[in-house]
């Protein structure tokens, strides 16, 4: 059997006019800044701190993921629709694509099947500029970092071997990850070695997602830490006086986009930090946005619950006084067999003793979540290789756990394949529902905040501190920032730092090779493993795929 691919579904779909999608939350025309007929702006204005503690936040998270994805944002935008479909007004809340994995491997983010948010190529592309402006952003103030090394005026006396501070493309190109700029002349700037990280782990992705509003959002520009001074002084962002220029270049980029998924109901997709070197989910702008304006919201947080839920609790609910009511954990069969021990052409073929072995990883997630103080729905996201055998092992062991186990067909039918699911976490929400409550308290030590992400989370025995690691630590407190969330960069295909270790490792600890300051983001970012901020191209990309005709109309796209 045939299936369209995700862009012919699109492609297929007759958009009603953004107005239209506003309308449903009771947003006047007048009210937003609209990107051409499918796509708006909305203002800061609506958010309503007193209407988000009245609504209901899920977060949607999965087991530790797998070479062949698990659809975190498929299910996402399909529990949207079966909410809608039981008779909730619910809004799904998630990140915009990098342009890097859309060309690379792993493709856009919009989500697949039938359950997806459109225009699908709008969105994974440029969409309304948010990313070209965080870009902007950043490479502002590297600009003003090299302008000032060689300025006779205003010169801060910065030492160009501390300069922590990277430019930034939102596409994956291993060449540009060390370089060395100011070649030429001394009218070409200081010599010095650079390098550059791709857009998503710009500290000003972070910012912007973590900002409250404008001014917070200068303010944290300005508190970016960019290196030492030959006196060993420190120096900020605002010591620049780069804060206000930076902001001017965010100032549309700052207010949370609305689109519609493919049953018309509102998306609203703002902000896009990778989860394994990042927090890993949309800004918390967006998601008073949506709380603000619908009953239930449905967010994402990237990669496995130990990376994406672990920073969507700790960092962004914490600091944000977000309280998430359920938490549906995405599994798929297929990787349940991946961590049961099956290699990559053994994932499409049933295997109970693989499945039953594999759940191990998911058990692990459920018992974390608990710890939030939050209650885990499970979504066993269907794939046509799935045998009844393997899902009814799902549903019987989660049960036994006391936790609703559902099978989610959104990719195949949208709403209609995820009522189950809704009716499964609107249960949740309404009778099991708790007061989150984060696993650290950011005024707790370092090392301490570390340690208990670590063995709680990760399952570990204990934490390692490589020699640059304990300097980096004396740093932090030296600077003041001891009070900050962690954030960690570990891979995210294991519960460790090490990506061959797959299932529910035991019997280890985990190395910090080095800890990287996000002053502005408020958070410091413990990195485990070899951590890279820019990705490189496969050997075969998904560009090469990809096909444009004389219409406009894209191919390939993913």
Partial sequence: MAYQSDIEIAQAKTLVHIKEIAAKLNIDEDNMEMYGKYKAKLPLSLIDEDKIKQNNLVLVTALTPTPAGEGKTTVSIGLTEGLNKIGKQATVVLREPSLGPVFGIKGGAAGGGHSQVVPMEDINLHFTGDFNAIEKANNLLSALIDNNLQSAVNNLNIDPRTILWKRVIDMNDRALRDITIGLGGTGNGIPRQDGFNITPASEVMAILCMATDFENLKKRLGDIFIGFTFDKKPVFARDLKAENAMAILLKDAIKPNLVQTLEENPAIIHGGPFANIAQGTNTVLATKMGLSL?????????????????????????????????????????????????????????????????????????????????????????????????????????????????????????????????????????????????????KSPVKEKIAIIAKEIYGADGVIYDKKAELNLRRIDRLGFNDFAICMAKTQKSFSDDEKLIGRPTGFSVTVREIEIAAGAQFIIPILGKMMRMPGLPAKPASEGMTIDNNGVISGLS
Avoid: M
């Fill in 294 to 442: 619908s009953n239930y919201v449905v967010t994402e947080a990237g990669f496995g619950a130990d990376l994406g839920a672990e920073k969507f609790l700790n960092i962004k609910s914490a600091f944000a006084g977000l309280n998430p009511k359920c938490v549906v954990l995405v599994a798929t069969i297929r990787a349940l067999r991946h961590h049961g021990g099956a290699q990559p052409d053994e994932y499409n073929t049933p295997s109970l003793e693989r499945v039953t072995e594999g759940f191990k990883n998911l058990e692990k997630h459920i018992e974390n979540i608990r710890k939030f103080n939050i209650e885990p729905v499970v979504a066993i996201n269907s794939f046509v290789s799935d045998s009844e055998e393997e899902v009814q092992f799902i549903k019987d062991t989660c049960a036994s756990l006391g936790v609703h186990a559902v099978l989610s067909e959104g990719w195949a039918k949208g709403g209609e394949g995820t009522k189950e699911l809704a009716a499964a976490v609107v249960d949740v929400v309404e009778n099991k529902a708790t007061q989150f409550k984060p696993l650290y308290d950011w």
